[in-house]
Nanobody
Framework: VRLVESGGGSVEPGGSLRLSCAAS????????MGWFRQAPGKAREGVAY???????WYAESAKGRFAISQDATRNTVNLQMNNLRPEDTARYFC?????????????????WGKGTQVTVSS
């Protein structure tokens, strides 16, 4: 199983980015997948992920601005991020949880990508 993120970059506040996570070795529709982020000096936190039965969880800070989606034909999981804020600056990681479907956040995540950097500044 391999997860490779792309789409990060530097944008001004209010801008948008679309992150993509390409999976290999399995189908993204087979496991619960999601996005986490970690800012310098801070703990990793969940951003958005698919739960059991296709339900979607969003962090409060992401609600109304971010949207997670899945593309079975490309075998990717995407994160559309709009109205970005400086506090969204972090390294964003794609994750797959084959054991608990993020029931305990990232505790049981067993596959991680290397991440993609998002920087929001003027």
């Amino acid at each position: 199983v391999r997860l490779v993120e792309s789409g990060g970059g530097s944008v001004e506040p209010g801008g948008s980015l679309r992150l993509s996570c390409a999976a290999s070795g399995y189908s993204v529709s087979s496991y619960c997948m999601g996005w986490f982020r970690q800012a310098p000096g801070k703990a990793r936190e969940g951003v958005a992920y698919f739960e059991k039965d296709g339900a979607i969880w969003y962090a409060e800070s992401a609600k109304g601005r971010f949207a997670i989606s899945q593309d079975a034909t490309r075998n990717t999981v995407n994160l559309q991020m709009n109205n970005l804020r400086p506090e969204d600056t972090a390294r964003y990681f794609c994750a797959a949880d084959t054991r608990s479907c993020f029931h305990s956040g990232d505790y049981y995540v067993n596959y991680w990508g290397k991440g993609t950097q998002v920087t929001v500044s003027s």
